[in-house]
């Protein structure tokens, strides 16, 4: 049982906006800066979003994330077929005094 | 190019050490924090240690605290993961990653990965 809650699936057809959620508590989103990661088969994790909302050089801005109280969210805009990839959210856990990830979320691009 | 590449995996029995490697190119790790993260087969990401610019201040995840030792060699722009009385959980791809300039916890550069299995 991951620390921050994901669904495990998301899709959507090209040119759609997906959304993908990450709930945590307190001591983990609620006081620490979240960062999203897209991970294609077979590679390693690759940062999409940091600090909540900033994308990192590089990044489309098809991507863009935010942050309310103990949820953060990813929005994927103008799908398309790259897109398809497993999705994690991370952030520092103050109470634990680790680094928290989601589940996952596998998307699908139908 | 600026990449992170890990080395040491392979196969080891229960209960055996291994010592990983992560060598950067193309930067200098010496002034950031570094990480180990895991991934086992089928499993997403998990935790596993932490160490800041100078070696001075580590963390690890409790499932490998007094099992595993992170360390760092500036000089030789490297970072290290001792691991000791390995068990069949541990089995995973170890990846090494750098905090994003100024960040403890924002993985921004990831080396490809190298595989551990603990099997008898």
């Known amino acids: 049982q991951s620390v921050l809650t994901q669904p495990p699936s998301a899709s959507g057809t090209p040119g759609q906006r997906v959304t993908i959620s990450c709930s945590g508590s307190n001591s983990n989103v609620g006081s620490s800066s979240v960062c999203w990661y897209q991970q294609l088969p077979g590679t390693a994790p690759k940062l999409l979003i940091n600090k909540n909302d900033l994308r990192p050089s590089g990044v489309p801005d098809r991507f863009s994330g935010s942050k309310s109280g103990t949820s953060a969210s990813l929005a994927i805009g103008g799908l398309r077929s790259e897109d398809e990839a497993d999705y994690y959210c991370?952030?520092?856990?103050?109470?634990?005094?680790?680094?928290?990830f989601g589940g996952g979320t596998k998307l699908t691009v139908l | 190019e600026v990449q992170l590449v890990e080395s040491g995996g392979g196969l080891v029995q229960p209960g055996g050490s291994l010592r990983l490697s992560c060598a950067a190119s193309g930067f200098t790790l010496s002034g950031d924090w570094m990480h180990w993260v895991r991934q086992a087969p089928g499993k997403g990401p998990m935790w596993v240690s932490r160490i800041n610019s100078d070696g001075s201040s580590t963390g690890y995840a409790d499932s490998v605290n007094g099992r595993f030792t992170i360390s760092r060699d500036n000089a030789k722009n490297t970072l290290h993961l001792q691991m000791n009385s390995l068990r069949v959980e541990d089995t995973a791809v170890y990846y090494c990653a750098h905090a994003v300039d100024g960040s403890r916890n924002d993985l921004d550069i990831w080396g490809q990965g190298t595989m551990v299995t603990v099997s008898s």
């Open positions: 991370a952030a520092w856990d103050g109470s634990l005094s680790k680094l928290v």
